[in-house]
């Protein structure tokens, strides 16, 4: 088997609604036993599941949903897929970099300022037919997988060591329910505008303000 794994929002930008027919093409081509997991939520869930029985690749593609934490997947993954009609500087193919993770992406307008062919990833064509035996070429060359996990152990993508210590930090919550849920009651007042009771309930605990801060902190470290 081998793993396939795209993250995003499921609206027309990302173009998961074509994946399902870009799969079945890879199966024709003798990819029987690869796995397409498809990461996100949005408005076009409906047309990508429809699309995915259309196809008849119910055993082939699968929506995982929402994920609050998607580095185990990046991990567990064998290549990391973004068949966008078009993004801006994409953040889960740099974090997929980062995690030293053959990425293919679709030749959208932006897709070769973020991506050197052949270097740190490969660039496939954007229409269903071209993107599969795009998928499929890089599937079958081991050596070019290998040359670029190389390539990119060995080059800065990001500062890996914060990406860490955030996995370790949303662990630590997920294995820590109260915790968890104090979080998610102080981020609820943040993004219901009611921030003088965000801030009052912070305050009144110390232990969830340090995650608060830490959390912060980390994404500042990534991000800047």
């Known amino acids: 088997m081998l793993n396939l794994l795209s993250i995003g929002r499921f609206s027309h930008a990302k173009n ?4 399902p ?12 036993y690869i796995k397409w997991f498809i990461i996100g939520y949005g408005n076009e869930e409906h047309l990508i599941r429809q699309r995915i029985a259309e196809a008849g690749m119910d055993d082939h593609v699968f929506i ?4 609050i934490n998607p580095y185990p997947y990046i991990k567990a993954c064998d290549i990391y897929v973004q068949p966008s009609r078009y993004e801006g500087k994409s953040v889960t193919v740099r974090e997929a970099q980062m995690l030293c ?7 959208y307008p932006t897709a070769s300022s973020q991506m050197k062919d052949g270097i740190d990833g490969v660039i496939v064509p954007l229409d269903n037919e071209g993107c599969a035996r795009g998928i499929v070429d ?9 040359q670029i996990k190389r ?3 060995t080059h800065d ?9 955030l996995y370790e930090i949303i662990i630590s919550l997920i294995n820590n329910k109260k915790m968890a849920n104090e979080c998610f009651e102080f ?20 232990e969830l303000k340090e995650s608060i801060y830490s959390i912060n902190y980390t994404l500042m470290s990534i991000l800047i």
């Open 16 to 19: 998961y609604d074509n994946a």
């Open 21 to 32: 027919d870009i799969c079945r093409r890879m199966i024709l081509d003798g990819m029987t």
């Open 64 to 67: 995982l949903g929402k994920r």
């Open 101 to 107: 993770k053959p990425v293919v992406v679709t030749n």
């Open 138 to 146: 890089f599937i079958r060359n081991k050596d070019l997988q290998e």
């Open 151 to 153: 390539y990119l152990q």
């Open 157 to 165: 993508y990001g500062n890996e060591r914060e990406v860490e210590k």
């Open 187 to 206: 981020w609820n007042y943040f993004y219901n505008s009611e921030l003088p009771k965000g801030i009052q309930y912070l305050i009144l605990n110390s």
